[in-house]
């Protein structure tokens, strides 16, 4: 198992340095520079040493192996654009607010999307079933920023319970949150349905059921167990995808996270941070996957120990 | 039934001829008669796939039967409610949204369908060649496709858009696909060697079908069904990948429109004009919604286990 | 004495989108105590279907039981007891065995925890005393290593072994009535004499009374006191294994003797291969189900369902040969002893 851990890790440490040097490579390849977008007239010598000063003048070459080692230091970088400000600094001041948001919006997303799935199975062709699809199907079809607006427009406006924008208070939560969790909500409570009613016809069950084992023991020994296997993989998807997912919600409520400096570091051309950026999300994303496998393996016998030999 | 009354007449052999009939329960079908079949009776399906013809016609014809120009300003009609003139109201520059959500059903629409063909065609091509060769080429051919698979897609989509400095349909389209056929090549993969192991595609062998013959029968008719399903699935997902696009200001450049720039335009006026708003936003919902549940009704007609 | 299991006149009928499958039709028997019953018959003739209805397994699949059909263990109106009732008694004093040992178990639970589940559920034994239980358990099913196996998991094992931990967790609380569903088809022949030398040892041990459900006649003879042939879901033939084997009258019962390929290459004949399949089973039957395969068949037979003939004390058959206008035919010549 360890083996097989330890080569998931270095396929991990193999996918971030593709990631690092495409994002890296295509950085380069936007025309022009970071300094000629920033200020319309930089005087001619201003720009060649701020270019030598950041390397700018060197072959792409040189400039990807300095990149790399110093990533490797643990130094995703500084800031182009605010002279003195370091990526690593951004990151630990605007993740924290992400996290809450997309954190809160995943929890509550799986907790439910799991609860109406599993329901909905179990009703099966009843109207619970039925609503929670209708539900679902609805959460899948309606992109988030127009339920963002909608919500908007009806809790702030009209009935102003909650504030529009900002963050702070947890009041200042409950919308984003909400209109995060919708998608993911809707499309954990769509798989999980599917996996329950698989799950439900397989043999075993038969075999639970002649034991005389009751129906909320077979559902929460043999069914919930088996069905939640395949979930797995999905969650950690959208743990991955927690910082990355948040883009819209913190551009609409106006939240300061790491999704809306990510967006306005593009604009500003500002290369180092996208990178920086761009290496964390991906780093978080690549972990993801390794918690997916290694959750997977304690969680299915069968993985466990088709490894171990 | 002891009533009937016997006579020894009824008790002569028939014979051998009378015990041949092997007598077929009803007629053969074809693989895609029975799954039109079941599709047929899936009502749900069969209204979605029906709507998605009404909103394709609209998005053909809407233009011509409003009768206004889509990208036609006029400052004295601006941002009007909807009424007999103007079907779906106007805009904060008096165009007529009826043409403009038509118009930019068909950036939507286009985007969807052209996305999920190419990552149908890469992902087939791809997943296809690692299975036929097999071995090594294999392991390094599908160890690239997990190393793509695990780059975010939102961000490369947002980094590659903002790197080809262009909002044309096509780049758009290379945004989106570049690294989402991935998915589709691992299908394909998986499902090619599943069929390759089967008994019954070794049997064929063994009988001396010949290889065109056995492709013909039994992988593409096998593989298709799941593609299919797969693809249909992903339409939505592009669109609204694009919607996300032009929301985030990467969509398709003016004049050109769409109906995620239609709705992330009418999102700063929303509390004075919500059906700016609404009509773009009904239409991605409704066209999403639709494709989902043709999806599920495909996949419930083609999957072959379900197969009576 | 009242026999353990009364079967009568159980129908089932499976909604499909083609219509109705009426896969068992008009089924009665009885099992005595300790008595072993063959339900022998092709596949998709209704064995495994009456098996599971008189377990209840049916009732969340959309088998649909006639109204009219009843099902008594010991007494007890098993269709129509309520949920509760039934899953003290399933498990406890009816159980089965399923054909495939692979999907049967529960691939994400150790084979121990599998048998001490259904100890747990109908005694008030602790876990400690239920997994005691669950090792004696193997060792009666003759597991070599039974404390290590308890933690294993189900593909960790053989296909044999498998089969030896469905018949513990069978066994585990004493059923009065053991219903195995081809325990052995997926088997080595090897394993399955095993396995059924096994059974038939426990069964002498406890008392238990047992329906072996098999295509496989030639597994039926040395462990069986009664079978019963079925076709098309309805019985038609039963009696003692020695009236079956030496005295069968039915001919879809010969068809099925002739077709053991060791009596067969014994007699030096060739193998024999019933032609045809059964019949559509969406559609009403007119007449004998087995006419149309049928090499005897007569006018009556397209044209009546000939009824239940007794020809000796607890030997029936349903074929119109059996009547007095039939003509005396020879059944092939394959038997042991032919009369």
């Known amino acids: 198992m360890w083996k097989y851990i330890l080569k998931r890790l270095g396929y991990m440490l193999l996918t971030l340095l593709a990631v690092v040097s495409i994002t890296f490579l295509l950085v380069h ?154 998608s993911p909500l809707a499309s954990y409570a769509r798989y999980m349905r599917s996996s329950v009613l698989d799950t439900a016809n397989q043999d075993y069950i038969l075999t639970a059921e002649a034991k005389g084992v009751d129906r909320f023991h077979i559902v929460t020994r043999h069914i919930l167990r088996n069905a939640i296997l395949p979930c797995i993989t999905m969650i950690c998807v959208s743990v991955g995808g927690i910082f990355s997912g948040s883009f819209i919600i913190e551009k609409i409520f106006a939240i300061p996270g790491l999704g809306k400096y990510f967006i306005s570091a593009i604009n500003d051309r500002d290369y180092s941070v996208v990178l920086g950026l761009n290496v964390i999300f991906t780093g978080i994303y690549v972990m993801a996957m390794l918690l997916s496998d290694i959750l997977l393996m304690l969680c299915d016998p069968r993985l466990r120990l088709s490894n171990d030999k | 039934m002891e009533n009937l009354p016997l006579n020894e007449q009824d008790f002569i052999p028939l014979g051998a001829s009378a015990s041949e009939g092997e007598v077929l329960a009803g007629k053969p079908m074809t693989y895609w008669q029975d799954a039109w079949q079941r599709f047929r009776k899936n009502k749900v399906a069969l209204f979605a796939a029906i709507l998605l013809v009404i909103i394709a016609l609209f998005t053909i014809f809407g233009p011509a039967i409003c009768g206004y120009d889509f990208t036609a300003q006029n400052v004295k009609i601006r941002n009007q409610a909807p009424s007999t003139e103007h079907w779906f109201g106007t805009d904060s520059l008096g165009r007529d949204l009826f043409a403009r959500v038509a118009v930019g059903g068909r950036v939507s629409i286009i985007i969807g369908i052209c996305g999920a063909l190419i990552v149908g065609v890469i992902g087939c091509l791809y997943g296809g060649l690692a299975a036929y060769f097999g071995g090594r080429v294999d392991m390094v051919m599908m160890r690239i496709v997990d190393i793509l698979s695990s780059i975010p897609n ?26 989402s056929w991935c998915g589709v090549a691992r299908i394909v993969r998986a499902q090619m060697l599943q069929i390759n192991r089967s008994e019954y595609v070794m049997a064929a062998r063994i009988m001396g079908v010949s290889p065109v013959k056995i492709v013909l029968t039994h992988f593409i008719p096998n593989t298709i069904s799941v593609i299919i399903v797969n693809l249909t699935f992903r339409i939505p997902g592009f669109i609204f990948s694009e919607a996300f696009l032009s929301y985030v200001g990467l969509g398709v450049a003016a004049p050109n429109t769409s109906w995620g720039t239609l709705a992330s335009a009418a999102q700063s006026t929303l509390l004075f004009y919500p059906y700016q708003m609404l009509f773009p936003s009904l239409f991605i919902a409704l066209t999403t919604l639709s494709f989902t549940l043709m999806g599920d009704g495909l996949r419930d007609a083609l999957d072959p286990k379900m197969r009576r | 004495m009242e026999p353990l299991l009364k079967v009568e006149n159980l129908h089932v009928r499976f909604a499909s989108y083609a219509g109705n499958v009426h896969a068992v039709r008009g089924v009665s028997f009885e099992v005595g105590r300790g008595e072993v019953l063959a339900i022998v018959g092709e596949s998709g003739c209704g064995k495994t279907v009456t098996a599971k209805a008189a377990m209840r397994l049916l009732d969340r699949t959309n088998a649909i039981v006639d109204k009219d059909s009843r099902i008594e263990l010991d007494g007890q109106d098993m269709l129509h007891m309520p949920r509760r009732k039934l899953n003290t008694i399933r498990g406890k004093d009816i159980s089965m065995i399923f054909q495939d040992s692979m999907t049967s178990l529960n691939p994400t639970m150790t084979v121990g925890k599998q048998i001490m589940e259904n ?221």
């Open chain 2, 154 to 179: 939102l961000l490369l989509v947002i980094l590659l858009s903002v790197v080809l400095e262009s909002s044309s349909i096509p780049t758009l389209l290379f945004a989106m696909t570049i690294t």
């Open chain 1, 29 to 182: 390849t936007i025309p022009g520079d970071p300094f000629t977008s920033m200020v319309e007239d930089l005087p001619e010598e201003t720009r060649q040493l701020y270019m030598e000063k950041y390397g700018f003048d060197k072959p792409l070459i040189v400039q990807y192996v300095r990149y790399i080692t110093q990533l490797l230091t643990g130094d995703l970088g500084a800031s182009l654009r605010y002279p003195g400000r370091k990526v690593g600094e951004i990151v630990a001041q605007y993740a924290p607010v992400s996290a809450s948001i997309g954190g809160l919006a995943l929890f509550m997303g799986v907790v439910l999307g799991l609860t109406l799935g599993i329901l909905a199975a179990l009703k099966q062709n009843r109207w619970p079933d039925r609503l929670v699809m209708v539900i679902a199907l609805l959460g899948t079809a309606i992109p988030t920023f127009v339920i963002a607006a909608v919500l908007q427009y009806a809790l702030t406006v009209t009935w102003p319970v909650f504030p529009t924008t900002g963050y702070g208070t947890w009041k200042h939560l409950v919308l984003p949150v909400t209109c995060m969790c919708v």
């Open chain 3, 119 to 339: 100890l747990l559920t109908h005694t008030s034994m602790t876990k400690g005393a239920a997994r005691k239980r669950a090792k004696e358990l193997l060792e009666l099913v003759e597991i070599p290593d039974p404390e290590d196996r308890l933690d294993c998991y189900p593909h960790q094992l053989s296909g044999g072994m498998r089969q030896r931990v469905m018949i513990a967790i069978a066994l585990a609380c004493d059923p009065k009535l053991l219903i195995a569903d081809e325990p052995t088809t997926a088997l080595d022949v090897t394993i399955q004499a095993q396995l059924l030398d096994l059974l038939g040892r426990i069964k002498e041990q406890n008392g238990m009374s047992v329906i072996l459900v098999t295509h496989d006649l030639g597994v039926v003879a040395s462990f069986a006191q009664r079978v019963q042939v079925m076709y098309a879901g309805q019985i038609v033939e039963h009696g003692t294994v020695e009236d079956i084997f030496k005295r069968p009258k039915h001919p879809y019962t010969w068809a099925l003797l002739s077709s053991i390929p060791g009596r067969a290459l014994s007699s030096k004949s060739e193998l024999y291969a019933l032609k045809g399949t059964p019949p559509d089973l969406r559609r009403p039957l007119i007449g004998c189900p087995f006419a149309e395969r049928c090499e005897y068949c007569m006018g009556i037979c397209k044209k009546q369902c000939p009824s239940e003939t007794e020809v000796s004390e607890g030997h029936s058959a349903s074929c119109w040969l059996c009547h007095e206008f039939a003509p005396k035919v020879q059944p092939p010549r394959i038997f042991g002893g032919n009369e």
